[in-house]
């Protein structure tokens, strides 16, 4: 199996504090992998390194073997690394449809794109995604009217439009019901058939609902363990350092 992600004793330093301390990672393509650690660990540092938002301080990340150091956030978008925030950032004044006809016509103009016919190749793709985030039945609603939990669907739907080789979510079940975060879960389970995923979560329910592979887990910038979710969920390391976290 091919690494789509290789990382190398990779330390990020913001004025002398270590956010990252001599990391080593790596994934094989085609992998759902999820990161867990308490607040504070470098989860979201992590993927600042990924997609080029934040440079190494040392160490170095390859993607697909290719190393990713001074290249631009927007170039290694176009190398095919997606990435899901966690606030949703989708068009509100826009219906569903009209979302992912944006993103499936990106070399179109906007006034095109909304007023003009899509052909059937692009009609086609976008019912699929509609299909696909469960939200066939609300394509014609603005997106200002969705469930928080169906803006997360709707700009996951936007990203995988995209086609990204590598897709990373950060904290996606935050703030969403019970119901929600389900879906939210089935979604990511459903694209991992076909995409390599990284997930990073905070909700150790929804890691045990999507976590069939490899759990990684994160602790002051460094790797604390790896294994299957029933594995890490019996380290003593990894109790004594959620137990060790002020609640939320
Ligand atoms: P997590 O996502 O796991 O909660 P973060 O990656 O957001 O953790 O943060 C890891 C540590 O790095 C925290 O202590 C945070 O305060 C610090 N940190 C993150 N970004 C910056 C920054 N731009 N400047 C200074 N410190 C930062
Ligand atoms: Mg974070």
Request: glycine content about 8%; aromatic content about 4%.
């Amino acid at each position: 199996m091919s690494k789509i992600l290789e990382i190398e004793n990779l330390t990020v330093s913001f004025d002398g504090f270590k956010a990252l301390n001599n990391l080593n990672f790596s994934m094989d393509s085609g992998e759902l992998r999820v990161i867990i650690g308490p607040n504070g660990a470098g989860k979201t540092t992590f993927l600042d390194v990924i997609t080029g938002k934040v440079q190494p301080t040392t160490g170095r990340v390859l993607f697909n073997g290719k190393n990713l150091k001074n290249i631009p956030e927007y170039k290694i978008a176009r190398l095919g690394i997606g990435r899901k925030f966690q606030t949703p950032r989708v068009y509100l004044n826009l219906t569903v449809r009209e979302n992912l006809d944006l993103v499936c016509n990106q070399n179109k103009n906007v006034f095109s794109t909304l007023f003009g016919r899509a052909n059937t190749t692009e009609q086609r793709t976008v019912a699929g995604l509609l299909e696909t985030i469960g939200l066939d039945a609300k394509a014609n609603l603005l997106a200002n009217l969705l469930s928080h939990g169906e803006k997360q669907r709707l700009e996951i739907g936007m990203l995988v439009a995209q086609s990204p080789d590598l897709l990373l979510v950060d904290e996606p079940a935050a703030g969403l019901t019970d119901e929600e975060t389900e879906n939210v879960g089935a979604l990511l389970l459903s694209l991992a058939e076909s995409h390599s995923i990284i997930a990073i979560e905070h909700d150790m329910e929804f890691v045990r609902q999507i976590a069939n592979d490899q759990v990684t887990v994160l602790h002051q910038g460094s790797l604390l363990c790896e294994g299957t979710m029933s594995e890490v969920q019996q380290d003593p390391r990894v109790i004594e350092v959620y137990l060790g976290e002020a609640p939320e």
